[in-house]
């Protein structure tokens, strides 16, 4: 059933959309996205943190001397060491956190694995005053259970989002990140200031732990087992995405298939692509705010959250006009998908570039800004493209996706630490182009080899065809479901 036909299937709720209480496959999104907002809130606020953690300030020694001190005398290159170690544990997980959802439900893999980096977050003060190694230690297993985040959502989604449906649901809980990431820069600016550094990592973590318990008592794996939701409800969810009520869930992936399709490694340049700019600006920005804008602490932190608060906003739009332009018949699912996803590029070039060469506090923050904004577009391109190929392995192609993309966190730290060792407009302006350069690249590799459709290698795809040949071997004509193949050019 494609999203057109499952759009005209009413869930049987006579309420709008946007009372999202009303439905179990909203509530579903929303606690998604205050997962998200959590799983970046304890990613980023070491990207903040680390200033205030570093910064020379004024000693009263009590004798009349003023002396400077630091907290940790770390120079930029140990600093991006330490902001890049999380992605070593990070990278290690996603494939496995998407095989696992199929296995023990995504529900539950994506509860523990933030669950768990609230807690070592909680940790992560007495970590640093154990020594460099035991900090790099703690973010690096803070990683190991973040990765799996990202993969297993789309095991969730496979059971919850309808098609006609797919990319707002999945845009709405991603635009947590962002949220996440707009709250926890300036106030993790403000608490450094007011409380001390250490209170950031107490805060953040305890919100994360109070989360944990409320998704692990609300969410169930699928609308088969799940309580409170209603009779009419459940069917629409099934029957628009042609499953059957107490069918196996058994999945055998088609590692082949997926391995050798020009579209998924055509999604996982782009998810490269987008996460190099968008992690060189999540770990470096507040720094790049303090070397060459010269802002104070508490404004970094402030100025930093804009383009994400930005980006939040515009997920929300373009998850809405993805859906949109498809159920109306104005767009095929291939060309909405290569369209936000390379237009969205595009921008992200020129904006980079323009913003790199005129290094002035104004345009330049504007043109981040948009930069960084733009890049909702993509998400409602690659980040859903998954679902579109084969929603019963989209956890385990994203699993894949993510850990290619999850190269740029550990990659961009050091690098952007090592050209900037001076933090000098020249040496930012290096960094700015090299995103801009990957964007550019990353545009073109998906604009020849995206698809949006349903793939032939795909579970669906083979289930529709055994169907089918059924069906004729009973004397039935075959299925009103069509398989759509794109031919990839």
Request: hydrophobic share 45%; with cysteine.
């Amino acid at each position: 059933m494609d999203a057109e036909e499952s759009s005209k299937i009413s869930d049987g709720i006579d309420s709008p959309l946007w009372m999202f209480w009303k439905r179990r496959r909203y509530m579903v999104v929303f606690m998604a996205f205050l997962g998200f907002f959590n799983v970046y809130a304890l990613r980023v606020n070491l990207s903040v943190t680390i200033v205030a953690m570093t910064e020379k300030r004024e000693v009263d020694y009590g004798n009349g001397t003023i002396g400077e001190e630091q907290y940790f005398e770390w120079d930029s290159q140990t600093q991006g060491l330490v902001l890049s170690s999380f992605f070593y544990g990070y990278i290690l997980t996603p494939f496995l956190g998407g095989f696992i959802s199929n296995k023990f439900g995504g529900n539950y893999v994506f509860g523990i694995g933030i669950g768990v980096t609230a807690i070592l977050t909680l940790l992560t003060p007495v970590a640093a005053e154990g020594g460099l190694g035991a900090l790099i230690a703690v973010r690096v297993i803070e990683g190991i259970f973040e990765g799996v985040t990202f993969p297993c959502i789309h095991a969730v989604w496979s059971k919850w989002a309808p098609p006609s449906e797919r990319s707002r649901m999945v845009s709405i809980a991603f635009a947590g990140n962002y949220a996440g990431t707009v709250v926890s820069m300036p106030l993790s600016g403000i608490f450094a200031q007011a409380f001390g550094w250490e209170s950031v990592f107490y805060i953040f973590g305890a919100i994360g732990c109070v989360w944990f318990l409320a998704w692990s008592f609300m969410i169930k794996t699928s609308p088969e087992v799940d309580p409170w939701i209603s009779s009419e409800e459940k069917k629409y969810i099934l029957s628009s995405l042609n499953r059957v009520e107490g069918t196996s869930e058994k999945v055998k992936h088609p590692w082949k298939g997926i391995l050798t399709s020009l579209a998924v490694w055509a999604l996982v340049a782009s998810h490269f692509s987008e996460n190099w700019g968008f992690y060189t600006l999540l770990t470096q920005l507040p720094t790049f705010l303090k070397d060459t804008m010269h802002f104070h602490l508490e404004k970094t932190g402030i100025i930093s959250a804009i383009p994400y608060l930005v980006m939040g906003i515009f997920l929300f739009i373009s998850g809405y006009l993805a859906d949109l332009s498809q159920d109306k018949g104005w767009l095929t699912t291939s060309q909405v998908r290569r369209y936000f996803n390379c237009g969205a590029f595009l921008g992200q070039t020129v904006f980079m570039i323009v913003g790199a060469y005129i290094l002035e506090p104004a345009t330049t923050i504007t043109c981040i800004t948009i930069a960084v904004g733009m890049g909702a577009f993509a998400w409602s391109g690659f980040a859903v493209n998954h679902l579109d190929l084969s929603p019963k392995s989209a956890g385990v192609m994203m699993g894949i996706s993510n850990t290619f993309g999850t190269i740029p966190g550990i990659v961009s730290p050091i690098i952007t630490g090592s050209i900037t060792s001076n933090g000098s407009d020249d040496e930012w302006r290096i960094v700015f182009y090299i995103a801009a350069g990957i964007y550019l690249i990353g545009c073109m590799i998906y604009w020849f080899w995206a698809s949006g459709e349903l793939q032939p290698w795909s579970i669906e795809a083979q289930e529709l065809r055994d169907k089918e040949k059924n069906g004729r071997h009973n004397g039935v004509d075959g299925f009103d479901n069509k398989i759509s193949i794109d031919d990839e050019k």
